[in-house]
């Protein structure tokens, strides 16, 4: 499946930013503040985690993307709870600038559009595959 190195490219750059959120998180809120004050009690560590675990299950599905259609199904829920744990936690504290419309659209929203895309695709090579083998 040629869909592979999309869902090994998604899992990895989820993971490396996730990872940024745990490693240096409060630093991070700060660039993305773009000089406002923040309020420092963010849950960054607990986002970098669940980004984490996203990430590689996102990059683990590409290993059997056509058996493992229930892991990039998870990875698409993953990405759509870390949208709305972005909007709804980080942006009324660090405010609507560049930077957090980068991490909000680039970083989470955008990439739910090729993993549907995969998962559609896994979902008839599965279905095709399991018509063909009855004949």
């Not at 930077?99 to 979902?123: D, S, Y």
Request: aromatic fraction near 18%; charge should be neutral.
């Amino acid at each position: 499946m040629h869909f592979r190195g999309i869902l090994l490219l998604a899992g990895m750059y989820s993971f490396s930013w996730s990872a940024l959120y745990s490693l240096i998180g409060g630093s991070l809120l700060e660039w993305l503040a773009n000089g406002s004050l923040i309020d420092t009690n963010l849950p960054v560590s607990y986002y970098g985690g669940f980004g984490i675990a996203v990430g590689l299950l996102i990059f683990f599905s590409a290993f059997y993307p056509i058996s493992w259609v229930y892991l990039i199904i998870a990875g698409i829920t993953g990405k759509i709870i870390s949208a709305i744990w972005f909007g709804l936690e980080f942006i009324p504290e660090l405010g609507w600038n560049k930077r957090t419309a980068f991490q909000l659209i680039f970083n989470e929203i955008l990439w739910i559009i090729p993993l549907i895309v995969v998962f559609l695709r896994g979902c008839q090579v599965k279905n095709h595959l399991a018509q063909n083998h009855e004949k």
